[in-house]
């Protein structure tokens, strides 16, 4: 059964760094992507990566601070986050959709229907 988990979510100081783990067992072909979830706030893109090449998209407000990468013998993609701050305290989504949604910028959250059950991320001293 196809399916997607989330780990390694928790509480860091700002400055720190998390590295979050995405199993993505059954999705093969499919782009790839992390979305967040702030209290109060909609569910925001914050990179995918394509199934086609592997090409990394990352939204601004991460760029330079978050990697994103494939482990493809482990069915796996991870997000390195690097610089935290507190505006990146959030529930962490992976999430999987065809149809090159990721290369073509199809961002928004109704485009993808593969959702894992995220995993919290809190950034604070």
């Not at 399916?3 to 100081?13: I, K």
């Amino acid at each position: 059964q196809s399916q997607l988990v989330e780990s390694g979510g928790g509480l860091v100081q700002p400055g720190g760094s998390l590295r979050l783990s995405c199993a993505d067992s059954g999705f093969d072909y499919y782009d790839i992507g992390w979305f967040r979830q702030a209290p109060g706030k909609e569910r925001e893109a914050v990179s995918c990566i394509s199934s086609n090449d592997d090409s990394v998209y990352y939204a601004e407000s991460v760029k330079g601070r978050f990697t994103m990468s494939r482990d493809s013998a482990k069915n796996t993609v991870y997000l390195q986050m690097n610089s935290l701050r507190p505006e990146d305290t959030a529930v962490y989504f992976c999430a999987a959709e065809l149809d090159y949604v990721c290369s073509t910028y199809r961002w928004g959250t109704d485009e993808w229907n593969h959702w894992g059950q995220g995993t919290q991320v809190t950034v604070s001293s």
